[in-house]
């Protein structure tokens, strides 16, 4: 089964990072105040304008995003635990 998220929704698959001390304890996530990131999955249609064209997202899938710690909704899908965001949660997309 796949998710099609909808409107201005997109699928993302959290990147786990280990953060640790300057003397090499590890925080846990509650501890840790900084934004989000991850790879798109799978991107919504976009909103529509009041002509009702659809307005393209800036992100697209395999993207890797920078998002708000506190955004969205986590669902469990396939053994995955997975965020659908709206695209103004999303912060940034990193360019390699």
């Known amino acids: ?3 099609k998220p909808l409107n201005d929704r997109v699928i993302v698959e959290p990147i786990e990072k280990e953060h640790l001390t300057a003397g090499g304890l590890a925080l846990p ?3 840790q ?3 989000q990131q991850g790879i798109v999955i799978a991107v919504g249609p ?3 304008d009041a002509e009702g064209k659809r307005l393209a997202l800036d992100v697209a899938i ?3 995003i920078v ?3 506190y955004g969205g909704s986590t669902l469990k899908h396939d053994g995955k635990t997975l965020l659908i965001l709206r695209e103004e ?3 940034a997309i990193i360019e390699n």
Request: charged share 40%; no cysteine.
């Open 1 to 3: 089964m796949s998710l």
């Open 29 to 31: 996530d509650t501890a």
């Open 33 to 35: 105040d900084e934004p």
């Open 46 to 48: 976009g909103l529509r």
């Open 62 to 64: 395999g993207d890797e």
């Open 67 to 69: 998002f708000s710690r």
């Open 89 to 91: 949660e999303i912060f």
